[in-house]
């Protein structure tokens, strides 16, 4: 039996679609999967189970990444064919059975909509499956530190408008890993995407190097991965990094503002959300500059996000 999956671009949409890769890859034991999606998710789908082949797809002219795509598959039999980028792919290629995303409903979260999709009544939470390469290279990277807890923060995101202010990021981290704190001594591991390292610079400076690693773009989504798995709490902005850690299993924090947690929050068994005291409808209201990247989350308090941290962790 073969499966296409066809997924996002965008990090986080495609870890939230794993969701339903997941249903699939444990419905169906042996099934080999072949996996559609843009360059900087790919690395996630790398130890898929039963695997065969990542097609990237990197958007091309009048929709020249479309074309590529059929001609990488259309000469094999599929016995599914999921398509969660909505396009017509699906209905010119040889199979069987063909899921089709055809529009986001705003009314429910992603991972319940991909759920009700696929006829499935209780949504499977994400999940990044790991190799033992990038989970040995995970331990030689926390083993300098082995015994502490561990705080990961992602500072940034691929919008300014989302991120909260880089000093309020310093005073909570502070806070957290302070002897009255819940994680005290806590060593913290700060990551992001190769691109925000200067976004994130003055969280970097502030913490001792004994005390921070960096990794922004230095390691294998996988490795990081590994090591959101042992992290005792992740805090940081709505982003592809939160939703794999929200995948991994710990507890993980995300932070709103000109976004919808309704359908955007962390998924998972230890999830949760702070938001800005307006919430996006209101955001929105007052005029919001797309191009801009001015933060639109200075209404979210130091107090209100360390208060709710503490009594998650509890």
Not at 101 to 119: C, F, M, P, T, Y
Not at 193 to 212: N, V
Request: aromatic share 8%; with cysteine; net charge positive.
């Amino acid at each position: 039996m073969r499966l296409l999956f066809i997924t996002s671009n965008r990090l986080g949409d495609a870890v939230l679609s794993t969701s339903v890769l997941r249903h699939y890859v444990e419905t169906y034991p042996g099934i080999k999967v072949t996996v559609a999606c843009g360059p900087v998710a790919a690395p996630i789908f790398e130890a898929v189970p039963g695997l065969e082949r990542i097609i990237e797809m990197p958007k091309q002219k009048r929709g020249g990444h479309w074309w590529k795509l059929w001609k990488s598959v259309a000469f094999r039999w599929w016995d599914i064919i999921v398509d969660l980028r909505g396009s017509a792919t699906a209905f010119v290629l040889p199979g069987w059975k063909r899921v089709v995303l055809k529009g986001n409903d705003d009314s429910v979260h992603r991972v319940e909509q991909l759920a009700r999709l696929i006829g499935v009544d209780r949504p499977l939470n994400p999940k990044i499956w790991l190799d033992p390469i990038h989970v040995k290279r995970a331990q030689e990277i926390l083993s300098s530190f082995a015994g502490r807890p561990l705080l990961v923060v992602g500072p940034t995101a691929n919008w300014g408008g989302k991120m909260w202010p880089i000093d309020r990021f310093q005073d909570l981290v502070g806070r957290l890993t302070s002897i009255t704190g819940p994680l005290p001594d806590a060593h913290v591991l700060l990551v992001g995407a190769p691109s925000e390292i200067e976004k994130a610079q003055e969280l970097i400076s502030s913490i001792a190097d004994d005390r921070r690693t960096v990794v922004f773009g230095t390691e294998h989504l996988l490795t990081v991965q590994a090591c959101l798995e042992k992290a005792d709490l992740y805090i940081g902005n709505d982003s592809g990094l939160m939703h794999m850690a929200a995948a991994s299993g710990s507890p993980t924090v995300g932070l709103f503002g000109p976004s919808r947690p309704e359908n955007y929050a962390p998924y998972g068994k230890k999830t949760a959300y702070v938001c800005t005291d307006r919430n996006y409808d209101q955001i929105l209201a007052d005029g919001v500059d797309w191009k801009s990247q001015k933060s639109l989350m200075t209404d979210l308090s130091v107090d209100k996000v360390f208060e709710f941290s503490c009594k998650f962790l509890k």
